[in-house]
DNA sequence: GCATCGAACGTTATATCATTACACTCATTT
DNA sequence: AAATGAGTGTAATGATATAACGTTCGATGC
């Protein structure tokens, strides 16, 4: 499951995994959930909030979800991570002072990745 | 429906909010949707991803939702909306460098609010 | 006035994402 | 062996979101 993650670039919703796992003997969505589950918790896989949809790390550390950060491609769908150590301490201290205590942050961009914006420019112009 | 919102000081679910709103005459999940929609583009709403969820605007601005962030306490539900200026910038100026342009920055931050910091200390004590 | 058009709306049905409930297996403990 | 408890598979359900389609209604042109 994991591998199909990895393989795929982008992120992948419980149900596509559903679907691509079926030849392994996975049937129900509730099986597919706790497989991301225990992913997650070992830091293998990130949950994309905005898409309800997983991605596996890119960077095969264990546990940084506090610092993560996703660019997501609205044209082609390619998800990149990258650390973002210095901002998330940045939000922390910045909503301590208000009393808040951070335990998570969660970091998405949405836009156009090179490739497609190279593409966009030619098309336009 | 943006003072329901406005109100609960807490993210509402769309179909939180077709409860509330049954009484004037809104009875399904898509006129909620709709309206919704045009809240986000007037600026007036923001959606908190993590939460699938929507708040009204705290700063009863136009269209900053590239600039915009949320702490949302763990234990009561509050949403505190926060402006991120300077974060957002660096962000978009950190994806650049690797081609990607940024649209839309979603930033959600969990943990525990002052106030129930402040409760859960005393009952560890 | 009135036919035409198109945006907005209401209704219904459906699609998509996620969890609950429960029975069964199997390894561990007593 | 019986009791316990974690993990698993199945079915059902709950929660979130959108598609499809007909109607309403104001704007436009004749
Ligand atoms: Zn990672
Ligand atoms: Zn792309
Ligand atoms: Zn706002
Ligand atoms: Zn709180």
Redesign the interface.
């Known amino acids: 499951m994991l591998a199909r993650l990895a393989k795929a670039g982008r992120a992948l919703t419980a149900y596509d995994i559903l679907d691509a796992v079926r030849a392994q003997g996975l049937r129900a969505p509730v099986q597919v959930y706790r497989a991301l589950e225990k992913l997650r918790g070992e830091g293998l896989v990130h949950r994309i909030?905005?898409l309800?949809a997983f991605v596996a790390c890119a960077h095969f550390r264990r546990r940084h979800e506090d610092s993560v950060?996703f660019?997501i491609?609205?044209t082609c769908g390619t998800v990149?991570e990258?650390a973002?150590l210095a901002?998330a301490r940045?939000?922390?201290t910045?909503?301590r002072r208000?009393?808040?205590?951070?335990?998570?942050?969660?970091?998405?961009?949405?836009?156009?990745?090179?490739?497609c914006?190279?593409k966009g420019s030619e098309a336009g112009a």
């Open positions: 909030e905005s309800n950060a660019a491609c609205e990149s990258f973002v901002t940045a939000l922390r910045r909503t208000s009393g808040f205590v951070t335990e998570r942050t969660t970091v998405e961009l949405r836009g156009r990745c090179a490739a914006v190279g």
